[in-house]
Structures are given as C-alpha cells and as structure tokens.
C-alpha cells in the first residue's frame, strides 16, 4: 500500500481529492493521482479508474482527447488518430444533466488534420461518415453526400435515402440487382422489372382508367394479356 496525502504532477499546489476539494485524507485511494496541465486538471487516477476531465455547457463540445501522436510526421501532422468525448445536452445547463457523445477521429495519409470518421451518441446510434447521426436511425453510413445505408430504430432500411419509407422494411433509391432468386408476395416498382423469370400466380398493374387489371400469359398466342 501506497499512502500519501495526493501526488499532483503539473503544479506545486496543495492536492485536491476526486471533488476537486482539498484534503487531509491520507489515504491514495481516496486522494487521487492528478495531472494538472496550466494548473487545469486534465486527467485523475483513483480507485482504479483513469479519468480525463473537462468541463462545458455547450453542445457538441469536447470535454476529452485520447490521441495518438506519430512524432515522425512534420509539425502539422502529428496527430494522427483520436478519441473525443463531446457534450449532448438541450439545454445551457449541461453541468446537471449532460450527455455525451463518442467520436472516432483518422487523419488521411498525406492530409490534415485527422477528420471525424465515427461517432456514437448519446443514445446508442451509430454513424460512419457523418459526425451527426442523433436523428437518422440506429446505423448511418455516409460517403460525401450520399447516404449509402441507414437503419432506422423502428427496423427500416433504406440504401440510397437518409429517410426509408416508414412501414417498409427496405426501401432502396436506384437499381436492384439480383443473381438468384427473389420471393415476395408482393413486389410494387414505379420503375421497370426486368427479369429472365417470373413465377407468379397473378400480375397486375394499374390500366388506363386508373383501376387495377390482371395480367396474365397466353400460352397460345405467347403473350401477355389482361383479363
């Protein structure tokens, strides 16, 4: 066992315990090991936890930053990946109830400096792409604009569009292409439906009066005809 009233590196004050109040306990466990930077505590290690410590009210602010540093590089490009912890709060009383986001940062080979790539937030949503994903479903990809999957909390999925038809279990904004078979029991398209095969008891499709017609094959005459 170690015992000492705190060790503080970073600054030659007295030592302050985890709510951040002097101290006379003399215990290690109880008075944490801080490190103050411009005698601002940056990071606390007590009971077995590491924390890094800041401090705002503002939303979408960074709190925290674990970053990885290639010395290597020249001075603009040293930071290479990062961690940030960022504020989510609606209102300007974060420091009662503040929530808070996890965004996964990579800087490109040859560029600066490292970019949002990830972000998990407050809620469990995942985006990839996007540094916001607080509104556009469990799972957002992006590239650029494009929205190249999103799964909503509600089970749609949509490929192409940030905003898949509610009550449709996927909804896809351009060409589908399938190797193997297709089983539906209903198939809608407002485009064309090509295909080599189609097994189906009934085809419809809307006639010129609006109403739906039925569509079906005459072996005799090798076509299609309605009915």
């Given at each position: 066992n170690i015992?000492?009233?705190?060790?503080t590196i970073g600054t030659n004050s007295h030592g302050i315990d985890q709510n951040d109040q002097y101290s006379t306990s003399t215990a290690l466990t109880e008075n944490p090991i801080n490190f103050r930077s411009r005698n601002?505590?940056?990071?606390?290690?007590?009971d077995g936890k590491i924390e890094a410590i800041g401090s705002s009210y503002a939303n979408g602010q960074m709190v925290s930053q674990w970053v990885a540093t290639n010395f290597s590089n020249s001075d603009n490009h040293k930071e290479i990946t990062s961690i940030q912890s960022r504020v989510k709060t609606t209102d300007s009383n974060a420091q009662d109830d503040s929530g808070g986001h996890l965004v996964f940062q990579t800087k490109p080979d040859g560029g600066y400096p490292a970019a949002d790539r990830m972000?998990?937030?407050?809620?469990?949503?995942?985006?990839?792409?996007?540094?916001?994903?607080?509104?556009?479903?469990?799972l957002h990809v992006k590239q650029g604009n494009d929205h190249l999957l999103v799964v909503k909390t509600?089970?749609?999925v949509g490929i192409g569009t940030a905003s898949p038809t509610s009550g449709k279990k996927l909804d896809v904004v351009g060409d589908i292409k399938a190797?193997?078979?297709?089983a539906a029991s209903s198939v809608t398209t407002s485009g064309n439906l090509t295909a080599s095969k189609v097994t189906t008891s009934e085809i419809q499709c809307a006639?010129?009066?609006g109403t739906a017609k039925n569509i079906v094959y005459d072996a005799t005459e090798h076509r299609?005809?309605?009915f």
């Open positions: 015992y000492a009233n705190e060790l601002n505590l940056a990071l606390r290690v007590y972000i998990i937030t407050s809620t469990g949503n995942v985006g990839i792409g996007t540094s916001n994903n607080s509104a556009n479903g469990k509600t089970g749609e190797s193997g078979d297709i006639g010129t009066s299609f005809r309605d």
